[in-house]
């Protein structure tokens, strides 16, 4: 995704700017799929491991499908508010105090034996 393209067969096509990548997974019964080298996992900001719901989620899934409204969506910001907004975040300075409690609070969340509770 760094090039800022992706290629469908031989046709290659360039990304908006700014742009998103979500993807997907499969099991591994399913041909084609394979465990993600070492080197590719940091590529990823987050994993998350969706299981099957139980017969009442199944079943409250439904029943909310059936009666929920659609929502509206629309665009809120622009491409140009975006990267507006991103040059004013460039601009702030940070202490090293702040830089010290983010990196605090990463790696507490790595910490498996402070939350033994929490399943990784």
């Known amino acids: 995704m760094e090039e800022g393209q992706v290629t469908i067969g031989e046709q290659t096509f360039e990304l908006p700017k700014p742009f998103m990548v979500l993807a997907t997974q499969n099991p591994l019964e399913q041909e084609g799929t394979f465990l993600l ?42 491409p ?28 507490a969340s790595r910490d498996t034996n402070r939350f033994p509770e929490i399943a990784y």
């Open 37 to 78: 080298p070492e080197a590719q996992l940091d590529r990823f900001l987050l994993k998350t491991l969706v299981d099957y719901p139980s017969m009442q989620e199944e079943k409250i899934i439904l029943q909310d499908m059936l009666i929920r409204e659609r929502a509206e969506i629309s665009q809120i910001l622009s």
């Open 80 to 107: 140009e508010d975006i990267f507006a907004i991103r040059s004013e975040i460039d601009s702030v300075e940070v202490s090293e105090s702040i830089y010290d409690y983010i990196c605090s609070i990463s790696a």
